[in-house]
């Protein structure tokens, strides 16, 4: 893409996994539509190599970036590999505003843009920040929040609950229309079987594992399962040998349709995943991920439990048997989630993209191209806390 010299310039780095890319997918193509030129910075693994093939009107550069997992040379030879890559970049087409979304390829496109002037923003999608959104803090501008618990978590000064930037696509939509789209039958109930961009092996095998239990107790029920890489052709074999109706993919980029069709998902609870049941209405079933940084996924997960949107069970209860109850219970009572999903609405953040990007609109002095009024102003003195 051929950059504007004269244009508002941001770059967004949100790389390393769907919780921080499809947040930064959504505030790009807000930018986009707004005149601003738009670079994503994402990391080398397939989820975003993937992802970002969507990305239209934004420049893509990958970073050598590697999480900080206890292989300190590689993390410091690929930290500064990426440190080089991004000074080099800003040095030829600086930014006026680097946003990093959270996760390990967050530092060095803030510390680059720190130094040629930049004004640099932060999201943080978890209950508990990260530890690069804890450490670039004091170097931010702003620090943006979905949960406002996280909020006491982050030394700053300027700190605001927004919300989770979803995709403009996710919006609920006719169920009828989202299973048609995707080879199911439009009046039977659908589960949503998922473990986040890279999939969960423990919840495939559990929900496999309640297969021959499930096709009885809930003989018309359909699924669609997300697998992750590596055991896609396993998990259709097992709906295949039952005869059941399921669409088994590894990854899904169009999850409205996913979304759409589901009455119940059965999931992790990463951030963005939380995001977008509450922007699609979706209630679930949460199994956060055990080994989660600061069991950060469980607290997630209790925000919505508490308003009583999902449940929530820790890996070691997910068996089988659990699974054949909690499902027969729930797909039996459709007023039952039907009251879920109306609890889902509570936690909707439907302004939450264009508060992100207003914020740093106004932070920049920036107006839209046209010079009418900011089409997602939002009232002046909004309070950061929800």
Excluded at 12 to 35: E, K, N, Y
Excluded at 79 to 99: E, I, N, T
Excluded at 283 to 292: E, M, R
Aim: charged fraction near 15%.
């Amino acid at each position: 893409m051929s950059m504007n010299p004269m244009a508002k310039r941001i770059a967004i780095a949100c790389g390393g996994t769907g919780g921080h890319l499809f947040p930064g997918l959504a505030v790009g193509d807000t930018f986009v539509a707004r005149g601003c030129d738009v670079t994503l910075l994402v990391s080398p693994k397939e989820v975003d190599q993937t992802a970002v093939k969507s990305a239209y009107g934004m420049e893509v550069e990958s970073l050598p970036m590697v999480a900080l997992s206890g292989n300190l040379p590689r993390f410091a030879a690929c930290f500064w590999s990426s440190f080089s890559q991004c000074r080099k970049l800003f040095c030829d087409k600086p930014p006026d505003a680097v946003l990093a979304m959270g996760g390990f390829t967050s530092a060095p496109p803030v510390i680059a843009g720190k130094l040629i002037g930049a004004r640099i923003f932060l999201h943080e999608a978890n209950a508990i920040p990260g530890r690069a959104v804890k450490l670039l803090a004091p170097l931010a501008d702003e620090v943006f929040v979905q949960f406002p618990t996280a909020m006491p978590r982050v030394l700053s000064t300027n700190i605001r609950a927004t919300g989770l930037p979803v995709r403009s696509a996710l919006e609920p939509i006719e169920k009828a229309h989202a299973r048609t789209a995707l080879g199911l039958a439009e009046d039977r109930p659908v589960l949503l079987v998922m473990g986040g961009s890279q999939g969960a092996q423990s919840i495939n095998q559990a929900l496999v594992g309640a297969l021959p239990r499930l096709a009885k107790a809930l003989p018309g029920l359909q699924f669609i399962h997300l697998t992750g890489t590596g055991s896609v052709e396993t998990v259709r074999q097992a709906y295949d040998a039952l005869g059941l109706s399921a669409v088994v993919r590894p990854f899904l980029t169009e999850m409205e349709y996913a979304l759409g069709a589901a009455d119940l998902a059965l999931s992790r609870s990463g951030a963005s995943s939380l995001a977008e049941f509450s922007a699609m209405e979706l209630p679930a079933i949460l199994i956060p991920y055990p080994t989660a940084v600061d069991d950060h996924q469980r607290l997630n997960a209790r925000s919505f439990v508490d308003i009583g949107a999902a449940r929530c069970f820790h890996q070691k209860q997910l068996t089988p048997n659990l699974l054949v109850s909690q499902l027969s219970q729930l797909f039996g009572s459709p007023a039952r989630l039907e009251a879920m999903a109306g609890a889902m609405k509570q936690w909707k953040s439907a302004q939450a993209t264009g508060e992100v990007v207003q914020r740093i609109f106004d932070a920049c002095g920036w107006v839209d191209d046209a010079g009418d009024e900011l089409m997602f102003a939002l009232p002046r003195g909004k309070e950061a806390a929800a």
